[in-house]
């Protein structure tokens, strides 16, 4: 997308959206204007910030991976974004060619590029254009039903998701309905914005600039980011920041980055 005038039909090109923003500091080009203004005020902000995306999404790889490791081979992504370099399925098919990956997100625009973008024959890849706020309807999608079978160890992942549900949503209530339905040894990954360690007042400008987008964001306290990891056991190390978890070194740049999300991986035990 070069200009505003190219978006989709039905398509708000003048709001910000949380996926093509996040888009945009990853270096893609699947954004509008609005999207990259932004970004750009959040990088302004502090100058790690510019870093902050690629810190999260090296920590999907690293969890992704862990997982696939552990055998399992269900992989539901809610919230998944636009495709970028190292999506789930990629990640996970290097270590379990069997993989099965359906990836969930609302955005029209994610929708329309996800399925250009991962178009092939492989069945056992899919997008789904549903709103993570209703577990049930995504639960009982086709898509979802052909390729995931809950009865099964599954992994279900709300990476950089829950920080744009609001209290009044539920946020604890969503995991759990997914929790509810996850056979024993699956794996839950999460990584959520967090105001730990951080002065008030940049968390404060940060939240103002999304609540002018589509998805305002709340950023949580650790306790806050542990309740829903309830119904699981913690993998070490546990609760950390995306950079600390199973990093076998930091990348220059990340770990100032990393510290404001905190991340980790949970296991249903039997």
């Known amino acids: 997308m070069s200009s505003d005038e190219e978006a989709p039909p039905g398509v708000d090109s003048r709001t910000p959206s949380m996926a093509r923003m996040y888009d945009y500091a990853l270096g893609g080009k699947d954004n509008f204007a609005a999207d990259r203004a932004a970004v750009e005020k959040l990088f302004g902000m502090s100058p790690e910030n510019r870093f902050v995306p690629l810190a999260n999404r090296r920590f999907l790889g690293r969890a992704v991976k ?27 098919k290097q270590v379990r060619s069997d993989a099965r990956v359906v990836y969930v997100d609302h955005d029209p625009v994610v929708a329309i590029h996800a399925r250009v973008l991962l178009a092939s024959d492989d069945p056992t890849v899919a997008v789904v254009q549903e709103d993570v706020r209703r577990p049930e309807t995504i639960l009982a999608h086709p898509e979802v039903e052909r390729l995931i079978d809950f009865a099964e160890p599954v992994c279900v992942l709300f990476v950089s998701v829950l920080h744009g549900i609001t209290e009044a949503e539920d946020p604890a209530r969503i995991v759990r309905e997914f929790a509810e339905r996850m056979a024993p040894g699956s794996y839950l990954i999460l990584s ?29 306290s650790r306790d806050e980011i542990l309740r829903y990891f309830d119904g699981f056991d913690l993998v070490e190390p546990g609760l950390t920041t995306v950079t600390e978890w199973r990093a076998d070194e930091v990348e220059l740049g990340l770990e100032a980055a990393g510290a404001w999300w905190l991340g980790g991986v949970g296991h249903k035990p039997s």
């Open 66 to 92: 862990y997982v696939a490791r552990q055998g399992v081979t269900q992989f539901v992504d809610l919230g998944a974004g636009l495709p970028s370099q190292g999506n789930v399925h990629e990640v996970a």
């Open 192 to 220: 959520h914005l967090t105001r730990e360690g951080h002065p008030e007042d940049l968390v404060r400008k940060k939240e103002e600039v999304f609540a002018k987008s589509a998805t305002p964001f709340s950023y949580r």
